[in-house]
Each structure stands twice: as C-alpha cells, then as structure tokens.
C-alpha cells in the first residue's frame, strides 16, 4: 500500500492537535522529572512546520522527511529537537530513491530509531520516547510485509500504548530525570507520552483514510 505526500498537512495539524489538546497533560508529566519545557519545544516545532507545510506536502516522502528533519533540528531545539531531526533525517536518506510504502517505511523508520539511540546514547527501558519508538519500529518491521495495513496500524498503536506505560516504573538514566534517581519512579516520561500520543493521532488520521 502507497500512501502519497500529500497527506501530510493533515498528519502535521493532527499532531498540532493532540499535542495542544494535551498540553497540560504533558507540561505536568515534564515538570514532576524534566525541564517543564518540553511541550514548548514541541509546538515551536510544529509551528514552523504548519507555516510550510503546503511546500512539504509537494515533495516526495524522502524529501520531505528531510525537511522536516532540519526543521525539528532548527526550531524545537534542545534534546527532542535534535532526536526528532535525526529520526526524519536518516529516515530521508534510508528511503532516498525508492518508491515509498509500508515496507520501505518500515525500514526507513527503523534506521531512524537507530540513529536515534546513537544520537541520544540510549536504549530501551532508560525512561525516554525511546520507550515508544523502539518497539514500535519494531512491530513495523516484523509485520510490514505480512499483515493487513489496518490491522498492522492496531499493532503499532498498541504498541506504543504499551511502551508508554512502561516508563512509569522505570527508573530514569537521560537527562535531568536521571539526577532523581528513585524518585523518578512512577511517573510516566513526557517524551514517550507525547511520542505515543503524535503516533497515535497519525494512526487515527490514516485510519480515516
């Protein structure tokens, strides 16, 4: 299945959406064991890219992945924004050439959680979107090629669910979390909750497709 560029304003105001809509949410999750910033961050971001985004939606699925990239890098700034710009940009240059679907999305956006992970020097189960993003890539990646694509965007949304939730009993080891040592037990990381949600409104828009 191929799905065109063209989609992305609508994927771009979802995310503005969900992210606005759970602002709050979010700016307390951040404030118990982060910066309190990272919702800011957030929507200057996605500010710069609904001001371009009718320029994205022209471009084919690598260029336009890269553009957002240095977008991300440029505006959300701090540690989201320089993960977020390394996720779009390795996915830009994984997928360069090639006719984009599920497969190739699959594994552009796997070499981008990679970069990721080396980008942030972390891993699975340290409190972070990582959280989010590693087992979601890898459900993409097992099921691209075998499963129904509505069924495959219930498996990804489950999993992110599922890999949000997980930080909650974590204990943090990134960033200023890292200084609260026990006490950063039992709160649920603000990168993977709003990862989890950016995912989740991204599935609901191509569910509506």
């Not at 990134?174 to 599935?203: M, P, T, Y």
Request: charged share 20%.
């Amino acid at each position: 299945m191929k799905i065109n560029p063209d989609i992305l304003p609508e994927l771009i105001q979802a995310v503005n959406n969900t992210v606005t809509l759970h602002a709050d949410e979010l700016t307390e999750l951040d404030k118990a064991i982060g910066d309190g910033d990272h919702v800011i961050n957030l929507q200057r971001g996605l500010d710069a890219l609904l001001a371009q985004q009718d320029e994205i939606a022209q471009l084919d699925w690598a260029s336009a992945w890269q553009k957002i990239g240095m977008i991300c890098m440029s505006k959300i700034g701090g540690a989201s924004g320089s993960l977020f710009g390394t996720l779009f940009v390795t996915m830009a240059k994984t997928a360069k050439g090639q006719a984009v679907d599920v497969e190739v999305f699959a594994q552009a956006f796997a070499a981008g959680v990679e970069s990721m992970k080396l980008r942030g020097k972390a891993e699975a189960g340290e409190k972070t979107m990582l959280d989010v993003l590693i087992p979601v890539a890898q459900v993409l990646q097992e099921n691209a090629s075998r499963a129904e694509f509505p069924d495959l965007l219930v498996q990804v949304e489950q999993a992110a669910q599922v890999g949000m939730e997980s930080t909650r009993d974590m204990l943090a080891t990134k960033g200023r979390a890292s200084f609260l040592g026990e006490r950063s037990l039992g709160h649920i990381d603000a990168g993977a909750k709003s990862s989890q949600l950016i995912i989740s409104a991204i599935i609901d828009t191509l569910q509506r497709q």
